[in-house]
């Protein structure tokens, strides 16, 4: 049973640019959250996914944007990419109604 | 809004030592309450999780932890260390009926053998 898939594993963009990540959920799961980490921080929430809508979202600009396709799987997007954006993406799945969130290997992006 | 503190950034401990991590929170309503563990290199992983019901939680790998709502404190414990335990420790609350987990900033542990 394969778990939470994340790709590309490291990307590297210029500021101004823009970015797309790709999170597919463990199996059986329909939930998807993305998380920002950066260097020495927890994870932040930045929003969730959820029958193809965002549920919530945390205090992120409208520069970070997402989707959920039919299949449950994730993109979250990134437009007018900035120095600070640079961070370890986390994306977390789990089953409709909280429950434990399963955290893939994260994305790593670097903003030059 | 919620928000979490872990009071030791960076704990070093010889094997066989006692462990405890604070972790207190900042939300007057219901809470789920978690702590998540970064072993190096690999993905975060639940080590224990609080919902409702005995305060006194028990994890994978011998890990608990205890809510004390009057507290406003989700501890982790763990009686006797091993070097395995090295990695970094993450607690983090869930306001009841809403999808965002707000992280403290962690806990880095060394044991040293």
């Known amino acids: 049973d394969a778990g939470v898939t994340q790709s590309p594993t490291h990307l590297i963009k210029t500021r101004g640019q823009q970015v797309t990540l790709r999170c597919s959920p463990k199996?059986?799961?329909?939930?998807v959250s993305w998380y920002q980490q950066a260097l020495g921080q927890g994870p932040q929430f930045i929003f969730q996914?959820?029958?193809?809508?965002?549920?919530q979202r945390g205090n992120f600009p409208d520069r970070f944007s997402g989707h959920q396709f039919p299949n449950y799987s994730s993109e979250l997007n990134v437009n007018a990419l900035l120095l600070g954006d640079s961070a370890l993406y986390l994306c977390?799945?789990?089953?409709?109604?909280?429950?434990?969130?399963?955290f893939g290997p994260g994305t790593r992006l670097t903003v030059l | 809004a919620q928000s979490v503190s872990q009071h030791n950034h960076h704990v070093i401990l010889s094997e066989a030592a006692s462990l405890e991590l604070g972790c207190n929170y900042s939300?007057?309503?219901?809470?789920?309450l978690f702590w998540y563990v970064q072993y190096p290199g690999q993905h975060l992983q639940l080590l224990l999780k609080?919902?409702?019901?005995?305060?006194l939680v028990k994890g994978i790998k011998g890990f608990e932890a205890e809510f004390i709502k009057s507290k406003f404190s989700f501890n982790l414990r763990k009686p006797s260390v091993q070097w395995s335990d090295t990695a970094e420790y993450f607690c983090?609350?869930?306001?009841?009926?809403?999808?965002?987990?707000?992280f403290g900033t962690g806990t880095k542990l060394q044991v040293i053998p």
């Open positions: 977390a799945s789990s089953q409709q109604g909280f429950s434990e969130q399963f």
């Open positions: 199996s059986g799961h329909d939930t």
């Open positions: 996914y959820y029958e193809e809508e965002e549920r």
């Open positions: 939300y007057g309503g219901t809470v789920n």
């Open positions: 609080y919902f409702s019901g005995d305060p």
């Open positions: 983090a609350v869930n306001v009841w009926g809403y999808q965002k987990v707000t």
